[in-house]
């Protein structure tokens, strides 16, 4: 049976636009798939800054190590207040939400962009996969990049800094500028992690998915609300840790869903709450 047409609403956008999903000729990616051949899709999230940090808006790009192919771009309505904090960061305010899609249809857009390809997130405590797939039955499948921790490892630095995405751009000299919108930031997040794949793949001789993800082990995150925390109840399964200053988002940013890939690579992207340093995981998120 054919699914109900999706409707997304990228940032800037007046009135929702039919999302046109774009066929991808791409293989299950898995450890042995090479990099040359691998698909990759770089994530990023804004959110509403509360506890339980509900998407406000999702971006990413689809990418190859040597191109790009097309981008996924809305505004999620949540009907869930707004921290103040969070909102002067990525610039999203209720009037811009409506006529969004609810999450659960637009996590589906994105799980259905994101197919057969390696998840990136620059995200030191796997906080926007874990938000995507908040909720599931089943826990996402596809191999997940972390380019902070990518960062640490192929240009050295120290194991308990966390580098914030415009610190990564800045070191490996990239033409974008963090700015706080999910499309932005998932667009400079590809672009640190093709930089770092091709440091990593003179450095350390990697060739396949499975030699990035082996060396990078995913963070096991305790999202126990404090006070359950010690409880014979165990962990709350998607529950959050403490609210500290929220995580957000941006201005401006393209209107478009769902396209073919632009000649040019360049374009604003930014980092709203990974431009500094932090040292442990399960920190502020907006």
């Given at each position: 049976?054919?699914?109900?047409?999706?409707?997304?609403?990228?940032?800037?956008?007046?009135?929702?636009?039919?999302?046109?999903?774009?066929?991808?000729?791409?293989?299950?990616?898995?450890?042995p798939t090479s990099l040359d051949d691998a698909q990759f899709?770089?994530?990023d999230v804004e959110t509403t800054g509360n506890a339980p940090?509900?998407?406000?808006?999702?971006?990413?790009?689809?990418?190859?190590?040597?191109?790009?192919?097309?981008?996924?771009?809305?505004?999620?309505?949540?009907?869930?207040?707004?921290?103040?904090?969070?909102?002067?960061?990525?610039?999203?305010?209720?009037?811009?939400?409506?006529?969004?899609?609810?999450?659960?249809?637009?996590?589906?857009?994105?799980?259905?962009?994101?197919?057969?390809?390696?998840?990136?997130?620059?995200?030191?405590?796997?906080?926007?996969?874990?938000?995507?797939?908040?909720?599931?039955?089943?826990?996402?499948?596809?191999?997940?990049?972390?380019?902070?921790?990518?960062?640490?490892?192929?240009?050295?630095?120290?194991?308990?800094?966390?580098?914030?995405?415009?610190?990564?751009?800045?070191?490996?000299?990239?033409?974008?500028?963090?700015?706080?919108?999910?499309?932005?930031?998932?667009?400079?997040?590809?672009?640190?992690?093709?930089?770092?794949?091709?440091?990593?793949?003179?450095?350390?001789?990697?060739?396949?998915?499975?030699?990035?993800?082996?060396?990078?082990?995913?963070?096991?995150?305790?999202?126990?609300?404090?006070?359950?925390?010690?409880?014979?109840?165990?962990?709350?399964?998607?529950?959050?840790?403490?609210?500290?200053?929220?995580?957000?988002?941006?201005?401006?940013?393209?209107?478009?869903?769902?396209?073919?890939?632009?000649?040019?690579?360049?374009?604003?992207?930014?980092?709203?709450?990974?431009?500094?340093?932090?040292?442990?995981?399960?920190?502020?998120?907006?």
């Amino acid at each position: 049976m054919k699914s109900k047409p999706l409707y997304l609403k990228p940032r800037g956008a007046t009135e929702p636009v039919a999302w046109e999903e774009i066929a991808v000729d791409a293989p299950e990616v898995g450890p042995p798939t090479s990099l040359d051949d691998a698909q990759f899709v770089a994530l990023d999230v804004e959110t509403t800054g509360n506890a339980p940090f509900l998407v406000l808006e999702i971006g990413a790009e689809r990418f190859r190590l040597d191109r790009t192919l097309s981008f996924f771009d809305t505004l999620v309505d949540c009907r869930a207040p707004i921290n103040p904090y969070a909102r002067r960061r990525h610039h999203i305010d209720r009037s811009m939400l409506i006529g969004a899609p609810e999450f659960k249809d637009a996590r589906r857009g994105f799980l259905r962009f994101a197919q057969g390809a390696v998840l990136v997130e620059h995200s030191h405590d796997a906080f926007d996969t874990w938000l995507v797939g908040r909720g599931l039955e089943s826990p996402l499948e596809h191999p997940i990049i972390d380019t902070t921790a990518l960062a640490r490892l192929v240009l050295d630095l120290p194991k308990g800094q966390t580098p914030g995405l415009a610190r990564l751009v800045d070191e490996l000299g990239l033409d974008v500028t963090p700015a706080h919108a999910a499309l932005d930031d998932a667009r400079a997040t590809a672009m640190v992690f093709r930089a770092l794949i091709e440091r990593a793949r003179e450095k350390l001789g990697w060739r396949s998915v499975g030699d990035v993800v082996a060396a990078l082990p995913r963070p096991v995150i305790d999202r126990t609300p404090p006070s359950r925390r010690g409880s014979s109840a165990g962990p709350a399964r998607g529950a959050r840790g403490p609210t500290v200053p929220p995580r957000s988002g941006a201005p401006a940013a393209t209107p478009r869903a769902t396209s073919p890939a632009p000649n040019a690579r360049r374009g604003r992207s930014s980092r709203r709450r990974r431009s500094g340093s932090s040292g442990s995981p399960g920190g502020s998120r907006a």
